[in-house]
């Protein structure tokens, strides 16, 4: 890493993975972890990753202190669930909000940061949200992604039965949607939440409604409907890479 002599510092993130890889995913794909590098990494960075549904968190202020940010994942897990790799995981996400560390959270990841830090989570009242879904910024969301050049009209893909009910104290919803009421959440300058997926495309979409079909988690005329939409919008996976990189890199949050 760069050290002294007005060298400048590595930046180092970690990815903590609370999902399986599935076979598809780590033929086509390398995996989830490379899926988030490849939204968010630049040359010269260096990321980890954590395999946090099962057990694998960074553990000690040393190793924490170590990182400039943290992205935590989707998961076929509730986060609103007890498992025990949950509730470190909770308790890893406080500690990491009292260090100020830059925390992004995507679906899951988005929902276990609102419980972590005192929001309300459970089952969607509308649903399955599956496909291309576009979001609705407030005003103050309006003027910072002006600031970073991004367009308002900001579809992602989404794939989730459970949303945030209800957001931290001191928290701000940043972003809505016809089915979801919290679509992004920010606190303070430092943790960010994202129900949607900006690191998905289709192919990873499809993939997983087979997935959600083949476990009996979705119905056929779900399936077969959410795939019927899917080439009437396309996601802005550029402008998403946009905001996510500007939110956990620094500027124009902070």
Same mark, same amino acid.
């Given at each position: 890493m760069g050290g002294e002599g007005g060298m400048e510092m590595r930046r180092k993130y970690a990815v903590l993975l609370c999902a399986d890889d599935s076979e598809y995913i780590k033929k086509v794909?390398?995996?989830?972890?490379?899926?988030?590098? !490849? /939204?968010? $990494?630049?040359? #010269?960075?260096?990321?980890?990753?954590?395999?946090?549904?099962?057990?694998?968190?960074?553990?000690?202020d040393d190793v924490i202190d170590g990182y400039d940010g943290f992205v935590?994942?989707?998961s076929c897990s509730d986060a609103h669930g007890d498992d025990q790799?949950?509730?470190?995981?909770?308790?890893?996400?406080k500690k990491l909000d009292a260090k100020r560390k830059k925390v992004l959270g995507i679906c899951f990841g988005h929902q276990?940061?609102?419980? !972590? /830090?005192? $929001?309300?989570? #459970?089952?969607?009242?509308?649903?399955?949200?599956?496909?291309?879904?576009?979001?609705?910024?407030?005003?103050?969301?309006?003027?910072?992604?002006?600031?970073?050049?991004?367009?308002?009209?900001?579809?992602?893909?989404?794939?989730?039965q459970d949303e945030v009910w209800e957001v931290p104290p001191l928290a701000e919803v940043m972003a809505w949607s016809e089915k979801t009421g919290v679509e992004m959440f920010r606190y303070g300058d430092h943790i960010m939440g994202i129900q949607g997926h900006p690191e998905y495309n289709k192919d990873i979409l499809l993939h997983l409604i087979d997935r959600l079909l083949q476990r009996n988690l979705i119905q056929n005329c779900h399936a077969e409907a959410a795939k019927a939409k899917l080439d009437a919008r396309e996601p802005d996976r550029?402008?998403?890479?946009?905001?996510?990189?500007?939110?956990l890199k620094g500027d124009p949050f902070s």
């Open positions: 794909y390398g995996g989830y972890f490379k899926v988030f590098v !490849a /939204l968010l $990494g630049e040359e #010269g960075e260096t990321w980890d990753v954590f395999h946090a549904a099962k057990g694998e968190l960074p553990r000690g935590i994942t989707g790799w949950i509730r470190e995981l909770v308790l890893l996400l276990i940061l609102s419980r !972590a /830090l005192g $929001g309300k989570t #459970g089952r969607a009242t509308k649903g399955w949200d599956i496909g291309v879904t576009c979001i609705h910024p407030s005003h103050s969301t309006s003027r910072l992604l002006a600031a970073l050049r991004i367009p308002s009209h900001l579809p992602v893909i989404e794939c989730h550029e402008a998403w890479k946009r905001l996510c990189k500007g939110f």
